[in-house]
């Protein structure tokens, strides 16, 4: 069975690949492959640049395990089927007048693929989607449902949250959630001084702010997002007018309910590589990317994204116990990538930089044992839940250094 992810860089065949719809089929599913000895690997939407979800064995989807369980609007709490795309929770959640506390650049990920990875939106003093998680249900290498929260397991939820499918399969997820709420988008193009010589300035003006810097224009497309109480037809101003590479990252302003205004469509196919690094180091990070490719890559053309990230204490995630500016650079699907993002890395890494788990890197276990302070601790925890590695592809197996 052929399968691969988004960009189409990841392939695979798996013996088999399996949609169970409920909780207890997973866990059969999972003791018989134990017994087997077959590598089990989960996918959500396969929006993942790096062999997270590559198996020869066998490939689950929680496709059949979509949807909202539980909403506590009082709370401000929900619990969500691990298999829902983020696309499929905005409305019923406005319903119950909730909503997620920020969203990344698109909303076709599964829950607990999003969260898996430590995807994040924009917002200096807002943490990754997987800050939200109060409570998941993992069903381990043993075939038991294991509930993990932040009432009955203050420390393993830190590397519950961040945990690349390796401990075991996330069947659902407990997020606290905002009341509903309206965001006011601003979109325009400035050139890259002018944007960076106010970029605190930008920063803190509205809740999200974010910009794209398009090498060949030395210009950045700029967004901001801020909640408001006014409706749509309130909106006064035209479009700016644009033309060439950024055009389509500027529209007119609007008014919706956040679900609808985060995500953006990403239509044409890219490869992509994201660090962290401290936020404190981002201009001067993004200075020498900037540099990097002008002078070394001027024939990419693909604009460079800058986004701010508040700290956590998950164990896996880039803002672990730091504020975070991540800085993505992508390449189009069809070119070669190699020698541009090993150049670029060479960047992120003299800023302490830490990967996107989700996005393209070459970082060795003992690097990454050394940018993860608690890399042990999550190590501890995976293989006390999953002590043959069933949860191990051979991806996984060379950044933990777990022999095969
Ligand atoms: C066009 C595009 C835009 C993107 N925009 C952003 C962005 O704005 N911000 C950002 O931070 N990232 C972004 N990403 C990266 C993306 O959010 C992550 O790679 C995310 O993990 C993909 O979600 P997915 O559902 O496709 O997960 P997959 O790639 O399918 O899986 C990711 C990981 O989660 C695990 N997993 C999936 N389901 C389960 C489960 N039920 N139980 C246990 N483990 C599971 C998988 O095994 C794997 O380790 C983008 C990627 C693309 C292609």
């Known amino acids: 069975m052929a399968w691969h992810n988004w960009s189409g860089n990841v392939t695979a065949e798996p013996q088999q690949i399996v949609s169970p719809s409920s909780e207890s089929e997973l866990s059969e599913i999972v003791r018989r492959a134990v017994k ?25 989807s929680l496709d059949n395990l ?48 999003a969260i898996g990875t430590g995807t994040h939106g924009t917002g200096p003093t807002l943490g990754n989607l997987s800050t939200q998680v109060v409570g998941l249900h993992i069903i381990t290498a043993t075939g038991d449902i ?42 325009w193009v400035e050139p890259f001084d002018e944007c960076f010589g106010r970029l605190d300035e930008l920063i803190a003006a509205t809740r999200h702010f974010e910009f794209f810097w398009s090498p060949p224009d030395d210009a950045c497309a700029c967004k901001a997002l801020h909640p408001t109480e006014m409706e749509s037809h309130e909106l006064k101003g035209k479009r700016e007018a644009v033309q060439g590479r950024l055009e389509r990252y500027v529209q007119e302003a609007r008014i919706d309910f956040s679900h609808r205004i985060f995500p953006s469509e990403r239509n044409r196919l890219f490869n992509e590589m994201e660090y962290a690094v401290p936020e404190a180091a981002g201009p001067a990070c993004m200075q020498d990317i900037r540099r990097l490719m002008l002078e070394r890559f001027p024939d990419v053309t693909w604009p460079v994204e800058y986004r701010t990230l508040g700290g956590d204490e ?21 070119l070669p990538y190699n020698e541009f ?9 003299a800023y ?19 940018l993860y302070p608690r ?30």
């Open 36 to 60: 087997d000895q077959q590598t089990i690997r989960i996918v959500g939407t396969g929006h993942s640049f790096v062999p997270l979800c590559a198996t020869d064995g066998l490939l689950l």
């Open 66 to 113: 979509q949807g909202v369980v539980a909403l506590d609007e009082t709370r401000g709490v929900g619990t969500i089927w691990a298999g829902s795309k983020l696309h499929q929770l905005g409305e019923p959640l406005l319903d119950a007048g909730l909503a997620l506390h920020n969203m990344g650049d698109i909303d076709r990920q599964s829950l607990a693929g």
């Open 146 to 187: 294991v509930e993990i929260s932040t009432a009955n397991d203050p420390e393993r939820i830190h590397a519950a949250r961040v945990s690349l499918g390796a401990l075991g399969i996330v069947s659902r997820v407990t997020l606290r959630l905002l009341p509903a709420y309206r965001l006011h988008e601003r979109t």
């Open 314 to 334: 998950t164990w896996l995630s880039p803002a672990y116990q730091r504020d975070a500016v991540t800085i993505s650079i992508h390449q189009a699907a069809e």
């Open 341 to 349: 993002f090993a150049a670029a890395e060479e960047v992120f890494r």
């Open 352 to 370: 302490e930089g830490r990967p996107h788990w989700g996005k393209l890197h070459a970082q060795s276990p003992a690097e990454l044992a050394a």
């Open 375 to 404: 890399w042990e601790a999550f190590q501890k925890v995976r293989q006390a839940l999953d002590p043959q590695g069933c949860f191990l592809n051979d991806y996984l197996r060379e950044i933990f250094a777990v022999n095969p």
